[in-house]
Structures are given as C-alpha cells and as structure tokens.
C-alpha cells in the first residue's frame, strides 16, 4: 500500500516572493537578504523577521545553536546557500526524497510562509499579495512533482472576494490545500455568518482548508508572550493545539459544519493526542450548557463530537501512539513527518513501525485520510 506524508515542508527560494507577486506589490516581496556577518535572514521593507537556518531532521539543538553564535555576534558555522539541500526546496529534487523515504507522496506547507503572517496582519495589501505569490508558486510544485507533491495554499479570509479568486485560481491548478489561520478574522469568530460564503467557496473549489502550526493571530492575549526574542514561544508550545480547538469548537456548536456537510479540515502539526479528551468535553459542555441556558447555540441533528468525525482529519505524530488514538476516536489521523525539520524525521516508516504501525494494517493512518481531504482528483 502507498504512502502519503500530511506534513513536509518546502524551503521557498530566495527570489520566490518578488518573482511571483503582482507586479504592482513588489516593493512590498518578502526576501531573503544576508547580513553583515553572513546570516540570512527573511526580511519585508528592510524589516529582518526572523532568523532563517538550514534544519536538520532529528536535531533540535541545531537550531538553537545557530541562533546563539548570532546573539553572542559570531560569524554562522554554515552559509545558508551552501548548506541547502536542493530536496528540501527543488520539487523535482523531493520527489527523489520520497522515493529514498519509501513514500509515495506528500503534502507540502511552506517554511518560511510559517513566520510571517501575523507580522505582516498591519498590512491587508501586503498580506495578500505575497501569500498570492506563494500560492502562483504551488501551481509549478503540482506540474514539477508529477502529482506526487500536494502543496498547501496560503490564505486569510479577511478579504472575500481576493479568497474566492485565490480558490478559483488554485483550484483550477490542481492545489486542493490551503492554510488559514485558527484565529478570530478581524474581531469576528470562523462561524460568523459573514464567513458563510467563504466556507461554501471552499467546498465549490474543492479546497480543504487546514489549520498547522504558525506565526498567525493569537488566540491567547499577546500579555502570556513573556519573550519577545523567542523564534517560537513556550507558552505557544505548551498550548499549540489550543487555537485548532477552539476554531473548530466554534465552527461546530455554532453550526457552521451542519451547514457545510461537505466541508473537510485539516489539523496538522498540532499534535494529536489532545483531540479523545476535547471530544469528551465537547460532547458534554455541548449537553450541558444546552440544559442550563435552555437552547443550543445553534440546531445541530449530530452529536458534536460526530461532526468532527464526519468532517477532520488529525495528524499524528508517531512518538503519539496513533494506534492507541485510533482505538479511542476512531480513524481520524495521518502519518507526518514534518520533514525536513528538526522536530521532524527523515525514517516516517520505521518510526511508524516502531509505534507498532503499518500500512496494510492502518490505511487510514498512511493514505486514506490524507485522500479525503484532498478530495476527488
């Protein structure tokens, strides 16, 4: 049985940005510019964002290392150019990867599309126009990956009408994935009504929309973010699977995916280990405050935590015990490696294997629900 990772990453190259904004944009393409000691680094407006270093699969401490020989003003151990590998960039060159990796395909998010979205939030115009780029890049990784590569849009839906363009665009490319953000849209949660007729464009387009880990508006008051010089910060980790459960909270109770009964959502690199207890406690505040303020939020014939069946797909990280999760929910996970990061792995299978999971026995878990999210092809 093939393959299907829910989670790689691709290094976007140094001129991707100014290369495929609107020719109007261009003073306002995200770059990638070297510094005076030699470090890259990703920058809008002369504005250096973050740090940008080569990972390795398996090896934390690498990161942290590179970060302190440029707090401490010494030179970088490795020239970033140098450093890259063309697979974790070229499509042609990752496609190469699978087949070392014994992986059949792979859905492909962004790197350096992780860092900048709420950066960039002061500036709507901005903010369009370089996820626009991104997204006219996603076009070529279909056609150079030989289908075997599914890249994932980049999109807010904080501008309607840019967002069905956007999903028109797409969809009539073969990119059946797009990140948003989990996250209030200007002041207005994911179900309000406003939203609607973005939620049915997504299913028109037949687009999946995903939530995964990123730098985008928080959920939590910018007060708890004790350390404004941490690339990512703790209070951020400890809770990273909060905002994905509480946007698709809110798109339940309020009635938002018994509206859309073909909506699929994706929730990736979140972690997963969280989503048997949610149900629970989704299920039962759901019965509970129904009883107490004498009418649900909105008219629902499923159970909530049906909804989420019907409707998400998880990914599971092996280190998770995806089998036992599956036990306990139901099939709703995906095999991910997260590669080439390094939080990630470059061995999926044998990790998976070693997790006491394998394809022939969870289809699921390797193929199937990464398909259901990418839809009919």
Not at 88 to 112: I, K, S, T
Not at 134 to 151: E, F, I, K, Y
Not at 271 to 292: H, K, Y
Not at 323 to 349: K, N, V, W
């Amino acid at each position: 049985m093939s393959v299907v990772d829910s989670d790689e990453h691709l290094y976007e190259p140094r001129s991707l940005w100014r290369d495929h904004i609107d020719p109007g944009r261009r003073a306002d393409a995200l770059a990638l510019v070297d510094d005076e000691l030699g470090y890259t680094w990703l920058a809008w407006r002369e504005q250096r964002l973050e740090l940008a270093d080569v990972h390795l699969p398996g090896d934390v401490d690498s990161c942290g290392r590179h970060r302190e020989r440029w707090r401490r003003g010494q030179p970088p151990s490795y020239r970033y150019d140098d450093a890259l590998p063309d697979a974790y960039w070229d499509p042609v060159a990752r496609v190469g990867w699978l087949d070392v990796a014994g992986l059949e395909g792979a859905v492909c998010f962004p790197n350096f599309g992780l860092l900048w979205e709420r950066r960039l939030s002061g500036s709507l115009p901005a903010l369009t126009a370089n996820m626009a780029a991104w997204n006219r890049w996603c076009a070529s990784v279909v056609t150079d990956g030989g289908g075997r590569l599914h890249p994932v849009a980049h999109l807010t839906l904080r501008d309607p009408t840019w967002l069905e363009a956007q999903l028109a665009e797409l969809s009539a490319h073969g990119v059946r994935l797009a990140m948003v953000a989990p996250a209030p849209v200007d002041g207005r949660p994911l179900s309000h009504p406003d939203h609607d007729r973005v939620w049915s464009a997504f299913v028109d387009y037949g687009v999946s929309p995903v939530f995964h880990v990123a730098d985008q508006p928080r959920v939590f008051d910018d007060c708890w973010y004790t350390d404004p010089d941490a690339f990512v910060p703790t209070i951020e980790s400890v809770f990273l699977w909060v905002p994905a459960a509480l946007g698709l909270a809110d798109l339940i109770v309020n009635g938002v995916l018994e509206r859309h009964p073909e909506l699929r959502i994706g929730v990736v690199e979140l972690s997963s280990i969280w989503v048997p207890q949610f149900l629970l406690m989704l299920d039962g505040a759901t019965e509970f405050t129904n009883r107490l303020n004498g009418r649900p939020p909105a008219a629902l014939r499923l159970r909530p935590s049906e909804y989420f069946v019907r409707h998400v797909r998880v990914s599971s990280f092996a280190f998770e015990d995806p089998r036992r999760l599956t036990t306990r929910t139901g099939d709703l996970f995906m095999c991910c490696s997260d590669y080439p990061h390094s939080e990630g792995t470059a061995t999926p299978l044998t990790d998976y294997a070693a997790a006491g999971c394998d394809p022939r026995s969870y289809p699921g878990l390797f193929q199937d629900n990464v398909e259901f999210l990418l839809g009919p092809s």
